[in-house]
């Protein structure tokens, strides 16, 4: 029984362990026994923990037979869910037996498959069907987990229970939300010390901490109702519309996009609309703007399904989203506009719908975001233990004093006052407001938090990534030149291709067609490189309206022309044009045929296009230039390609590469829609080349070296060429002029070869000559993202070196982003991640803070989004809002921690005398001081600049609990007493109340000076106003009543009138105190972490941190870095734990 575990989402982001229990009515019976005799506190504690819950009422069985299921995430949070199994009836035999027959297209448009079959046949099948079969299921996080007798598991089966097509954000009621509220545990330990103080006559304070606790229970409803509407508003804008959905007989048939179910086939309208699901194309073109999913606000073209029957007859291929990406059109995105054939409508077929969308998980993951780990709460979950041990000290010592004094009337209440006292209520509202007032100076500065939690987190960064183009260089590119081939050979640079000479020339026909730039409202539009390139060469790109395509039996190309001043006065005709067109008048005009979109998994792009007049057509192609002069004649590519390349990407170029075939008569119009790209893109004639210009933006190069004084490393994640990469790098100040940079390439696993590393240097490292011993540890690592997938696949060992000091990654995948970032968190680096939102939203939510620059809803996934369009953006994220954020934080735990110190000896002591402290002392301590002190000292704005100097991650560090235990001592020392026989019937009007008192109200006031730092995170605690003037007031009035009592205030505050000599003893104690208080942490700051180590060892420590544990070892290491033209061999078969997976051969 114990070993019935399954796994649900297996190796996907929310896979979860899954055991079956049943519910046992006497466990039922006995725990609500205990609930009735613990006054419901069982009930609480079973709904803080549903695993306690679950195995209390339940008792383990089959997952088969299981009426409750709990389940456990298997990722570092170990999160623990409840769910109850439910079942439903489905009408005929088990739906399990025959998917794939139950989800062909005929049934998907609800037309029987069985209407050939007799009367006699279609009554049996009929009654058959009518027998209902059961199907168990459970819902979790808005998926619905069916049970699978083939599998013995419950999975989410997308091809058998669509359900209706709508993500349903349901906003919970404000009843519903007010009951989840309250029974946080803060807000029940705050009931029940308002009890307590209540019966023990503590009537003012427990009414300010009610209107408290009730403000802020309302601020909180407010906030979190208004986030369930505006995630609904979000998902429901544009989630339910009319659509024509094609059924049996070619008929339309109009409905809502809630009745959508995979396979259904829709009709897209030709003015645009906002998809309901997700659909792939099956016949004509779309243009798309995705920016609500990527970020990227350039339109996309998508085009239909190709149809491998009619290419090159490979069999049938199998439609996946990664593949198809160029032919899906996704929930949520917004279709401009569709070009489409003479009566054949625009059509997709539905593959996804719901929660299942690209869309759908987008909302899931806002609506069931993973927790934030972070070692400052853990930290601070155990500090609260420890206070927890001090009040059960204080509650046993009470206990026994009252046992001793015979004071048995007050023995409860007063013992549970001692806990009230060391664990205070407002811990968790003061500890809060450093992050709200983080928040708010966000907003000031431009950028926006959806994930406030994630804000203390970030103050730790130590490393940031940063996307290339659009993020450190401009979104713009420039055209630079271009460079053509003939014979093989590169003619010289040439600034642009605008010329009489070059218009009819193939090179300027690639440049004007091969791209996927269309109009919208008689505006060009598409991606910036493309309309760059296009508009470099002058040509005029026109469109079919819709009227002009209904006359044709295919559909109209786009056309391309040159302008009239560039066209030679007569133009001649080629032999190949047709002899009826010869009487046309001479124009020269060439039409898009076919586009194949560009990849960034093929890193290309390629078009069919025919010459006006022309029987043949010719094909052009662009892309990465290694890519393209591998699809290339070899004789057609100069010799001195890759020399030529190099030094254009090393100058920080982009570079693309065009060429040119001239395709078989054979291929029609219409075969050439049907024709596999792969059949097109080869045997091509290399053109040239074409260098774009990415300009650093202007303040990138200060950002960056602001980062790299304060000690954090900086990486580049792009897209580009390596080459180009490294080049922007040095430019930008990532990689030093003089640090050598070596290229780790990487090649799989080949004819029965071992995967395989060689490493080179990006440039020539004779000019390190004479600095070589200098120099030995100044290299970056610099690696393609095919080489990042083989490293990270064969090299399971060697990836935690290579990002020690990898600083460029090129040509990386969005899925490779994020392991990247993964990679980077797994040696403990805290990783921010900077990106314009395009192709970044999984490394922006992956990374401890990921920052957008794009506005655009993509944004939803990055916890932070900037109005500023530059990489400024993190450095004002990190030191004005994080770095002082944590600090904030860890001023506000400590001065919390002993705000509850000092009220706890002062009370104990009190208790030794039978006395205690007043109604109105508390309040005025807990309201007027702790309250004001708390919120106000949260309020300091940042240091100027950042510092190298990272602040502690957590409380549980030498400096800080040293810190705290000092000043409890300190506080320890001076608290006074002195004997007394002035009494009232309550005992609390005598001398020691009134010392204790005055001294632990200068004690809070002292201690929270000495823990409101400065420098170097934060402004010193005199430009922080309120704070300042709070103390000066507060020490004011204490003086001033201390020295000048007045009768009234004595007699409201139960204070008595102490003698001159023991007033001016108080002072001198609170001095000493200040003084004391004051020296003690200036030394802990100076040296405190120093001296610390040399006490508790005197031996070299080992870092905590495994990058900083690492970089120890390699720096020992002689075999490392790499030599150049070295080669390192992934060992064969599964090496021992222990052994390295890898072998460094010999020289190539």
Request: aromatic share 10%; glycine share 4%; with cysteine.
């Amino acid at each position: 029984m114990e070993k019935d575990l399954k796994i649900v989402n297996k190796e996907e982001e929310d896979e979860m362990e899954l055991q079956g229990y049943r519910v046992c009515r006497w466990r039922v019976a006995l725990v609500g026994l205990g609930v009735l005799c613990t006054g419901g506190f069982l009930l609480l504690l079973l709904y803080w923990m549903p695993e306690w819950c679950v195995k209390a009422t339940c008792t383990r069985t089959t997952v088969r037979e299981a009426q409750v299921v709990l389940l456990r995430s298997t990722d570092e949070f170990k999160r623990w869910f409840l769910a109850k199994v439910r079942v439903m009836l489905a009408p005929g035999r088990n739906p399990f037996d025959s998917l794939e027959t139950q989800t062909s297209p005929l049934m998907a448009n609800r037309h029987s498959p069985h209407h050939l079959d007799s009367p006699a046949q279609q009554f049996i099948r009929k009654y058959a069907e009518y027998q209902p079969t059961q199907i168990r299921y459970f819902t979790l996080h808005s998926k619905k987990y069916f049970w699978n007798d083939k599998l013995q598991n419950f999975e989410v089966l997308t091809r058998l229970f669509f359900g209706v097509n709508e993500m349903e954000v349901k906003v919970p009621s404000i009843l519903k939300l007010l009951f989840k509220e309250v029974l946080n545990p803060f807000y029940i330990f705050q009931l029940f010390s308002v009890i307590l103080w209540t019966v023990d006559e503590y009537h003012f304070y427990a009414i300010a901490i009610v209107i408290m606790s009730l403000v802020s229970i309302a601020a909180s409803l407010y906030t979190i109702k208004m986030q369930y509407i505006m995630v609904r508003d979000m998902v429901a804008a544009h989630s339910i519309v009319r659509v024509s959905i094609c059924r049996a007989n070619s008929e339309i048939e109009e409905a809502l996009s809630t009745d959508l179910v995979p396979g259904d086939v829709v009709v897209i309208p030709s003015n645009g609309t906002i998809m309901p699901c997700d659909a792939v194309l099956i016949s004509g073109t779309c243009i798309v703007n995705e920016s609500m999913l990527t970020g990227e606000s350039v339109p996309v073209t998508k085009t239909n399904l190709p149809n491998p029957d009619e290419g090159d007859s490979n069999g049938s291929v199998t439609y996946t989203l990664e593949e198809h990406k160029r032919h899906t059109l996704f929930c949520g995105t917004h279709i401009i506009q569709t070009r489409f054939y003479s009566g054949e409508l625009v059509k997709a077929v539905v593959v996804r719908t719901g929660f299942r969308t690209a869309k759908g998980q987008l909302v899931r993951s806002i609506l069931y975001p993973k927790p934030t780990d972070f070692k400052l709460y853990r930290d601070a979950y155990l500090f609260l233990l420890c206070l927890v041990a001090v009040a059960a000290v204080g509650f046993v010592y009470s206990i026994v004093f009252s046992i001793i004094n015979e004071v048995l009337h007050t023995i409860i209440i007063e013992s549970l006052d001692i806990i009230t006292i060391t664990v205070p209520p407002a811990l968790p509202a003061a500890m809060t407001a450093g992050i709200v007032y983080a928040h708010r100076r966000l907003k000031l500065i431009g950028i926006f938090c959806i994930s406030p939690q994630r804000i203390n987190i970030c103050g730790q960064l130590n490393l940031v990534c940063f996307d290339k183009t659009g993020t450190l260089t401009e979104d713009g590119l420039d055209l630079w030149g271009v460079q053509r081939v003939e014979n093989a050979t590169f003619h010289l640079p040439e600034e642009n291709a605008y010329k009489e000479s070059l218009v009819k020339s193939q090179f300027v026909a690639c440049m004007a067609t091969c791209h996927s730039l269309t109009k919208i409202d008689g505006q060009l539009s598409g991606d910036p490189l493309d309309l760059k390139m296009f508009e470099a060469t002058g040509w005029i790109l026109e469109e079919a309206t819709e009227e002009e395509t209904s006359l044709h039996n295919r559909i109209m190309p786009t056309v391309v022309r040159p302008p009239k001043q560039l066209m030679p006065p007569e133009a001649l005709m080629s032999p190949e044009q047709d002899m009826e067109l010869y009487q046309l008048p001479s124009a020269y005009e060439i039409g898009i045929v076919r586009q194949f979109p560009f990849s960034s998994a093929l890193q290309r792009m390629c078009v069919v296009t025919r010459l006006l007049g022309e029987k043949r057509m010719d094909a052009y192609l662009k892309g990465a230039p290694e890519v393209v002069a591998s699809l290339c004649k070899k004789d057609t590519v100069p010799e001195d390609f890759a020399e030529v390349l190099e030094d254009y990407t090393k100058q920080g170029f982009r570079v693309i590469a065009l060429a040119h075939r001239r395709l078989e008569s054979k291929l029609t119009w219409h075969k050439v829609q049907g024709v596999n790209r792969d059949h097109i893109e080869a045997n091509m004639e290399f053109l040239g080349l074409i260098m774009m210009q990415n300009k650093l933006k202007p303040e990138t190069p200060g950002v960056l070296q602001e980062l790299c004084r304060a000690h954090i490393r900086t990486v580049m994640v792009t897209g580009d060429n390596m080459l180009t990469a490294i080049s922007v790098a040095r430019d930008c100040g990532m990689i030093p002029p003089q640090d050598r940079v070596i290229i780790a390439d990487a090649l799989p696993p080949r004819d029965g070869q071992a995967a395989k590393i060689t490493w080179h240097y990006a440039d020539n490292p004779s000019k390190h000559a004479g600095k070589a011993q200098l120099l030995e540890d100044q290299y970056h690592f610099a690696m393609s993202g095919n080489s990042f997938a083989v490293i990270t696949e064969h090299f399971q060992d060697l990836l935690p070196k290579l990002v020690l000091r990898g600083t460029v990654f090129a040509r990386m995948a969005p899925d490779q982003k994020t392991q990247l970032v993964e990679a980077l968190q797994s040696v403990d680096y805290f990783v921010g991640m900077c990106g314009d939102g395009a192709n970044d939203c999984g490394a922006l939510k992956r990374a401890h803070g990921g920052i957008s620059l794009s506005e655009l809803e993509a944004s939803v996934a990055s916890p932070f989004t900037s109005k500023t369009p530059n990489i400024s953006c993190t450095n004002n994220h990190t030191k004005t809002m994080s770095t002082v954020s944590l600090i904030t934080s860890f001023c506000v735990f400590k001065f919390m921690a002993l705000y509850s110190i000092i009220q706890y000896i002062s009370v104990t002591l009190l208790y030794s005398i039978l006395s205690n402290l007043g109604d109105l002392q508390f309040l005025f301590i807990d309201m007027a001081i702790i309250l004001v002190i708390a919120f106000t000292m949260s309020l300091n704005p940042a240091w100027k600049e950042l510092v190298p100097r990272r602040p502690p991650s957590g409380l549980i560090s030498g400096p800080l609990l040293f810190s705290v235990l000092s000043q409890i001592i300190i506080c320890l020392i001076d608290s006074p007493l002195n004997s007394s026989e002035e009494s009232d019937d309550h005992n609390i009007q005598n001398y020691e109340n009134t010392s204790l008192f005055y001294v632990s109200c200068f004690q809070y006031l002292i201690v929270a000076i000495v823990f409101s730092k400065g420098k170097p995170f934060r402004q010193p605690s005199y430009k922080n106003w309120p704070f300042g003037l709070s103390c000066i007031c507060l020490y004011v009035f204490l003086f001033y009543i201390m020295f000048y009592p007045v009768p009234a205030i004595d007699s409201s505050f139960e204070i008595v009138c102490v003698p001159s000599e023991w007033r001016v003893t108080l002072l001198f104690i609170i001095l000493v105190n200040a003084a004391v208080s004051f020296l003690v942490e200036g030394g802990i700051d100076f040296s405190g972490a120093k001296c610390l180590s040399w006490l508790c060892c005197r031996r070299k420590t080992v870092p905590k941190a495994r990058y900083m544990h690492l970089a120890q070892e390699l720096s020992v290491d002689p075999d490392w870095p790499p030599k150049p033209t070295t080669t390192t061999e992934a060992k064969p078969g599964n090496p021992p734990k222990n052994e390295s997976s890898y072998q460094i051969v010999a020289d190539s």
